[in-house]
């Protein structure tokens, strides 16, 4: 079938909006249960009518449209979530270095997109899944701005014979993902002798959640940059430009300034803080545009007057069920550190601690941070295993009497691990328990990044 117009191809793909799989495969593709990338096959044979395959060139060549077919979710908290990054092309290493972005293997068959959303539900088959909404896609000023400057961050890192340093946490929502079914698809790069992994171009999955939010549930994000600004800039040097004008005043002070009440004992405290200084005050922050597609998450760290931080940092509450089944590749923790921006926002107490003191808290400055790849893949992963191992052994837990008090104590890794992460309980109070895959009653668990590592990252000359 040959589409005329856009309006023709989207006329089309609205048809399918409401319909299954199942209903719309009619040469049985999807009772082959191995059939990899299935779902996207069978919109491109049994419901566009063109055969399945791999070309450089745009899936509908005459209009210079690439067709996505692209799943979502919805989260336990009722939110909608897009279930993975949006895998775009293979990156030729050898012959990507000689183009320039608009003459790039990415911009000549991804500039254009028709994106089929469909809602995953980890109950049905396949062939149960509906079509929810089809939209033709391109990217908006401001994104591409930034779009162009990972693309360049990318092929940079190419340039200096680095393909196999490239990292997800280099860029802000074009990533180069590892593409493969293992470690060992290895490819030659130019500038070097070393194989690098194979990778391809991919929307990074907080960038896909956003046009999830935007498209199926109809959300308004708030940006607080325009295209103009991030021609000159990027992100983080305008989120530091933003931030430096406050550096060496009291969290009270700055209150003042952006006329927030203080409440530093408030959890909204530094995150409405942080949207006053952006100049979109009262935003929460995953309803900035910017912090949302690149999935920026903001983390207080509070250093004592020797530079040291204060404490330890602390993360969600651990799923041990979850754990105890999941497989490196696809876990949490990795998940977690692979897809998520850190921007710190550090404050530095005044003086050493006195008893019954009101210690002034003064701004540091903050700093934008992606955990390096390599520390993910050792350390992390070291931790995850660890774990994992503890569960399936069965975690050792045991009573003991500390003074007048009764503690548990366990065998999950402690801080002295590797010098990075370690697994302890956030709340004082032992009362909260949980079920451990083999029945056990444990306190709440959360991982943590240790505060020696927490120091390391500060004392870094450059962000990640």
């Given amino acids: 079938m040959f589409y005329k117009t856009e309006e023709e191809l989207l006329y089309k793909a609205k048809q399918a909006e409401g319909k299954t799989f199942g209903e ?10 191995n059939a990899k990338g299935g779902l996207g096959q069978v919109i491109e044979e049994s419901f566009f009518g063109y055969s399945v395959n791999s070309d450089a060139r745009s899936d509908f060549e005459n209009l210079g449209i690439e067709l996505k077919v692209t799943p979502f979710k919805r989260n336990k908290n009722g939110t909608l979530s897009a279930k993975e990054r949006l895998v775009l092309n293979i990156i030729n290493y050898m012959e990507e270095v000689k183009t320039t972005f608009q003459t790039s293997s990415f911009w000549s068959k991804n500039n254009k997109l028709l994106l089929m959303f469909y809602e995953w539900l980890p109950e049905k088959n396949r062939n149960e899944y509906v079509i929810y909404k089809s939209i033709l896609f391109t990217y908006p000023e401001a994104d591409l701005e930034i779009i162009k400057k990972d693309w360049e961050t990318i092929v940079s890192k190419i340039r200096e014979g680095k393909a196999h340093e490239l990292s997800e946490g280099d860029t802000v929502y074009l990533g180069a993902c590892t593409k493969g079914s293992n470690k060992s698809t290895l490819r030659s790069q130019p500038y070097s002798t070393i ?4 990778r391809a171009f991919a929307l990074k999955t907080s960038y896909m959640t956003a ?5 199926i549930h109809n959300e308004q994000l708030v940006s607080f940059t325009n295209a103009l600004e991030l021609k000159k800039k990027t992100i983080k040097e305008l989120l530091y ?11 009270k002070e700055i209150a003042q300034k952006v006329n927030i009440p203080y409440n530093n004992k408030s959890k ?13 005050k009262g935003t929460r922050l995953d309803k900035i545009e910017e912090f949302a597609k690149a999935n920026i998450q903001f983390k207080t760290i509070r250093l004592e007057p020797n530079g040291k931080p204060k404490e330890s940092m602390s993360f969600e509450t651990i799923n041990f069920q979850e754990w ?4 490196w590749e696809e876990s949490y923790i990795r998940n977690r550190f692979t897809e998520t921006k850190f921007l710190f926002v550090i404050f530095e107490y005044n003086e050493t601690k006195v008893e019954n003191a009101n210690r002034q808290l003064f701004f540091k400055g903050i700093k934008l941070w992606s955990m390096p790849e390599k520390t993910i893949e050792v350390e992390i992963k070291q931790l995850w295993e660890e774990v994992q191992k503890r569960l399936k052994e069965g975690v050792q837990i045991k009573y003991v009497k500390r003074g007048k008090k009764i503690v548990e ?15 302890r309980p956030k709340a004082a109070d032992g009362s909260d328990k949980i079920h451990l895959p083999d029945g056990q009653k444990i306190t709440k668990q959360c ?15 450059s962000s990640h």
């Fill in 24 to 33: 719309i495969d009619i040469t049985d593709r999807l009772s082959n249960q």
């Fill in 195 to 198: 194989h690098a992994m194979q």
């Fill in 211 to 215: 046009l999830v939010r935007k498209y």
């Fill in 241 to 251: 430009d933003k931030f430096s004008a406050y550096i060496g005043l009291t969290d």
């Fill in 268 to 280: 909204s405290f530094v995150p409405n803080i942080i949207s006053a200084l952006l100049g979109i």
């Fill in 324 to 327: 105890f089944e999941e497989t």
């Fill in 409 to 423: 104590t366990n065998n999950l890794p402690k801080s002295g691990l590797n010098g990075v992460a370690h697994i």
């Fill in 447 to 461: 991982f943590w990044l240790n505060s020696s590592y927490i120091a390391e990252i500060l004392n870094e000359k």
